[in-house]
T-cell receptor, first 111, second 113 residues
Framework: SQQGEEDPQALSIQEGENATMNCSYKTSINNLQWYRQNSGRGLVHLILIRSNEREKHSGRLRVTLDTSKKSSSLLITASRAADTASYFCATDPNTGNQFYFGTGTSLTVIP | ETGVTQSPTHLIKTRGQQVTLRCSSQSGHNTVSWYQQALGQGPQFIFQYYREEENGRGNFPPRFSGLQFPNYSSELNVNALELDDSALYLC????????????FGEGSRLTVL
């Protein structure tokens, strides 16, 4: 079974708008990561946030982590058509790089 | 480009057959993990190999097995294929004991008829 659940399942926005997707997970974690997947291809790492961090930025990406609520959010600012992809959160409960992925959010950015 | 290569990219098998998928990890990475991704779902952890031994396994039956070689490349073997085994199989390499990102290959898409 999936460790995490992303919300919403699908999101459609206009180019230039911000996109926010959320992830909830079930057990305690050491770190949480977000990955991107273009249609049917391999996953690409976007950003990692450790359990003792609350917020992290990387370019147009902003990730927050609330371990008390077992939730994380990914914000993509000033979205571009090239951001169209599926986005997954992944949690590592055991520091063994054995990640459990959520169900994903499918983002469509309309030019 | 992550430096992780998988083969074959696509293959079709029939129920009951066996399949072997291959993965070459990124240079310097000593750990390989395999994931199964069914259509419309997130990747599910199958198992991880470190120093040629299985080092963690997800909820998959024993007919899913693997190998890691001294050069850290890896194979995933699936016996007695079932229709539900149809999926994208992803290999990811990483450095053991260094919590961090996984580097994924482009996957092998298996169709079982």
């Amino acid at each position: 079974s999936q460790q995490g659940e992303e919300d919403p399942q699908a999101l459609s926005i206009q180019e230039g708008e911000n996109a926010t997707m959320n992830c909830s997970y079930k057990t305690s974690i050491n770190n949480l990561q977000w990955y991107r997947q273009n249609s049917g291809r391999g996953l690409v790492h976007l950003i990692l946030i450790r359990s003792n961090e609350r917020e992290k930025h990387s370019g147009r990406l902003r990730v927050t982590l609330d371990t008390s609520k077992k939730s994380s959010s990914l914000l993509i600012t000033a979205s571009r058509a090239a951001d169209t992809a599926s986005y997954f959160c992944a949690t590592d409960p055991n520091t063994g790089n054995q990640f459990y992925f959520g169900t994903g959010t499918s983002l469509t950015v309309i030019p | 480009e992550t430096g992780v290569t998988q083969s074959p990219t696509h293959l079709i098998k029939t129920r009951g057959q066996q399949v072997t998928l291959r993965c070459s990890s990124q240079s310097g990475h000593n750990t390989v993990s395999w994931y199964q991704q069914a259509l419309g779902q997130g990747p599910q952890f199958i198992f991880q190999y470190y120093r040629e031994e299985e080092n963690g396994r997800g909820n998959f039956p024993p007919r899913f097995s693997g190998l890691q070689f001294p050069n850290y490349s890896s194979e995933l073997n699936v016996n007695a294929l079932e229709l539900d085994d149809s999926a994208l199989y992803l290999c990811a390499s990483s450095l053991r004991l260094v919590p961090g990102e996984l580097f994924f290959g482009e996957g092998s898409r298996l169709t079982v008829l």
